[in-house]
């Protein structure tokens, strides 16, 4: 028979009773199995802690292992962590493993192929499974996506270069019907050149773009149409960037797998403007008494 111990007031009525002690109550400790309980105990119990260090007094069960009144105990909490006396622990009737079970060899083991397998899955441009604070890169290798969000980083580079270091509401909209789940890539990937723009934050990147976002004054929508207005084919696709409440708006696409820049605040470009990574972009629009150079 086990008995658990749950309750500090049942403990005293249990020690006689039962030859075995499990111990589940993390609420309960400073030494509740110590040097007095133990030798109320029926001869030869064994003890199972699998709750809090300190709920045994390490001191004492290890006394009461020596002297045969315990004949085992199996153990995954310790005092402190690890341990330093390791009497105990190294004690022939004692079992003891990491209370973590990912700390274990076999455990930490299979978490090695899990990620190698991820590293794998991820030049492969397969999606990521299992990522719990950056659902950005989720979809972010796959070739589909890729050059989406070059295009958008490009349009977020070339919005700073127009608008300066914008403040308020971006508004980021996705149309076409394969862009419906690429949300999550392109509002951060436009966060990501907005920010190394305007605030030089090399470091920042689609994991934590919208933390930081929040810190530089930004809030970012996301919305998606299915069907591009006035295109039949339903293979179309363009992606918007534009500021609320403000005249800066840039439409892009991608053609094969080059980023391309289709309009600029109602300018249409035909045929539309390659937005390649490292190639210097000068654009001009004039006034008939203020000339303007954008440099991107």
Known sequence: MVAVISDKALLSSMLLRFPRLCSQCPDLRGGLLNDSTFAQCKKGVRVVNCARGGIADEGALLRALQSGQCTGAALDVFTEEPPRDWALVEHENVISCPHLSASTKQAQS?????I?????????????????????LTSAFSPHTKPWIGLAEALGTLMHAWA??????????????????VGTCLSPA?????????????DV????????????????????????????????????????????????????????LQVLNGAVFRPEVPLRQGQPL???????SNPVMLPL
């Not at 299979?110 to 899990?114: K, L, P, Q, S, V």
């Not at 509401?169 to 996705?174: A, C, I």
């Not at 149309?175 to 789940?181: A, D, I, P, V």
């Not at 436009?190 to 090399?202: G, P, T």
């Open 110 to 114: 299979r978490c090695g192929e899990e």
């Open 116 to 136: 190698a397998v991820q590293f794998v899955d991820m030049v492969k441009g397969k999606s990521l499974t299992g990522v719990v604070n950056a659902q950005a």
């Open 164 to 181: 300066g270091s914008p403040k308020g509401t971006v508004q980021v909209v996705m149309q076409g019907t394969s862009l419906k789940n």
């Open 190 to 202: 436009v966060i990501v050149s907005l920010l190394r723009e305007a605030s030089k934050q090399a």
């Open 205 to 260: 990147n689609l994991v934590n773009a919208k933390l930081l976002m929040k810190e530089a004054g930004l809030n970012v929508t996301t919305s998606h149409s299915p069907v591009v207005p006035g295109k039949q084919s339903s293979g179309e696709c363009l992606l918007t960037v534009a500021l609320a409440d403000a005249p800066y708006q840039a439409v892009g696409l991608v053609q094969g797998t080059t980023p391309m």
């Open 282 to 288: 000068i654009m001009f629009w004039a006034q008939p």
